[in-house]
DNA sequence: CATATTTTGTTGACATCGTTAATTTAACGC
DNA sequence: GCGTTAAATTAACGATGTCAACAAAATATG
């Protein structure tokens, strides 16, 4: 009748558990192609308990996915992390997380796929804290290269480094989501893409401080007719 | 007993159910939130017929979705040329193109994705000759308008245009994918980044004369390990 | 240690989905 | 009208997400 004060052991051990449930889920889905075949049902064949066991430990599918979307962006965090030559300098620092960003996403298209996939209607995703977190953290390798050359003096100040980090981090990823999706058309490949798109988003942070501060050629429209997609 | 000599009559006819059926689904996923709600029984009800009858025309959902996807990019290609202004000159022209993308991908982010979307282990959508066209249409616009530039000297030819179109592309793509996932962190906003993006590009595209022909700085190494997704 | 309570796991069930097969209905040439 | 072909319907199968009722295990309290 007393409520039980919870005391840390009962906390870890579900956190455990937790884990347990996800690196099954992980498994099913390295090794049974991707999310199609991560189920509750395959997840807890995978880990020998009954189907519905892992609702202890997840709400639903929802949170199951995103939970393995955080492993998914931890493991790009490591790919970017270990492509840092500490010698280098900042510019090349950047092509080479750069380049390590479309090179892992290429190589493992389905776990890249993972961190962007978000079930429709489901704002989930948008409000884990966790996932919120991881995210952070990967784009914060980016991040700290470019504020670490900029303190350097080896990158231009004018464009914070977060919002450069952003810059870049779309043109990759646009890259690489195009290429995986079989999106580019007419024979133009990602390896003639790569070197221009870095190029290009080069030239723009290296003269950001003569560009940045005009006045916007482009006024961004908010607000849009739903209907049609134009502005208002 | 005689094999029918298939007339056009039967031809059109199977073509125009084809058109019910895809109506039908569009409604479906417009008005019923997105694709999760589009099935063939959803559909079928909307249309009227029995659950199975769309197998007549689509052999599968894929089929089906591979449909709606076309019907996406006709959407944005018809977006991109009405923001054209043939008044303009072609850089005013190519951040109209850019900001009407982003601007449409906002406005109906359901509509967006599904021009993305594709099912697992499926290549379907890249070998449909249906979409493929739909996006070579879609990106076209972007190309017109940056060879139309050149072809008037306002903008650089040394890059020819259809691969300046797919690096626009890729950068509204990365954004606009960005945005709608949430995946935009720690307070940068679109309304931030897309002058930002659209200005550096737009540095890319003017001085590719001068920086596309210098031995690349990225080497851009195609095999990568799938396990770590670093290179070899 | 024994019991009461809480936590954890299992089973059964339901609705929905994609898909296929068997069957019925409609259309069409002769 | 008849036979053949196309089109649509119904039934059914396996799989999935999810929930509720129930059993088992663990744990706190006496």
């Given at each position: 009748?007393?409520?039980?004060?919870?005391?840390?052991?009962?906390?870890?051990?579900?956190?455990?558990?937790?884990?347990?449930?996800?690196?099954?889920?992980?498994?099913?889905?390295?090794?049974g192609?991707?999310?199609?075949?991560?189920?509750?049902?395959?997840?807890?064949?995978?880990?020998?308990?009954?189907?519905?066991?892992?609702?202890?430990?997840?709400?639903?599918?929802?949170?199951?996915?995103?939970?393995?979307?955080?492993?998914?962006?931890?493991?790009?965090?490591?790919?970017?992390?270990?492509?840092?030559?500490?010698?280098?300098d900042?510019?090349?620092?950047?092509?080479?997380?750069?380049?390590?960003?479309?090179?892992?996403?290429?190589?493992?298209p389905?776990?890249?796929?993972?961190?962007?996939?978000?079930?429709?209607?489901?704002?989930?995703?948008?409000?884990?804290?966790?996932?919120?977190?991881?995210?952070?953290?990967?784009l914060g390798?980016?991040?700290?290269?470019?504020?670490?050359?900029?303190?350097?003096?080896?990158?231009?100040?004018?464009?914070?480094?977060?919002?450069?980090?952003?810059?870049?981090?779309?043109?990759?990823?646009?890259?690489?989501?195009?290429?995986?999706?079989?999106?580019?058309?007419?024979?133009?490949?990602?390896?003639?893409?790569?070197?221009?798109?870095?190029?290009?988003?080069?030239?723009?942070?290296?003269?950001?401080?003569?560009?940045?501060?005009?006045?916007?050629?482009?006024?961004?429209?908010?607000?849009?007719?739903?209907?049609?997609?134009?502005?208002?």
């Open positions: 009748m007393v409520l039980m004060a919870r005391i840390g052991y009962s906390k870890e051990q579900e956190a455990a558990k937790r884990q347990d449930v996800l690196d099954a889920a992980m498994q099913v889905f390295e090794t192609g991707g999310l199609e075949a991560v189920s509750f049902r395959s997840v807890a064949a995978h880990l020998g308990c009954s189907y519905s066991a892992p609702y202890r430990y997840f709400s639903g599918k929802n949170e199951l996915i995103v939970a393995l979307r955080a492993r998914a962006y931890c493991w790009m965090e490591n790919v970017l992390r270990e492509a840092i030559n500490p010698a280098d900042a510019p090349t620092q950047l092509t080479a997380v750069a380049q390590a960003y479309i090179r892992a996403g290429l190589a493992r389905t776990l890249y796929a993972l961190m962007y996939f978000e079930l429709e209607g489901s704002d989930l995703g948008e409000r884990s804290v966790e996932l919120k977190a991881a995210k952070r953290r990967a390798v980016c991040a700290e290269v470019i504020a670490a050359g900029q303190a350097r003096g080896q990158l231009p100040s004018q464009t914070d480094a977060l919002t450069a980090a952003h810059v870049f981090w779309i043109g990759a990823h646009g890259l690489v989501s195009l290429q995986v999706g079989g999106q580019l058309v007419m024979g133009r490949t990602l390896q003639q893409l790569t070197p221009i798109l870095i190029r290009w988003l080069g030239a723009g942070l290296e003269q950001s401080g003569r560009i940045d501060d005009v006045p916007p050629q482009v006024a961004v429209t908010l607000r849009a007719d739903p209907k049609t997609g134009k502005g208002a």
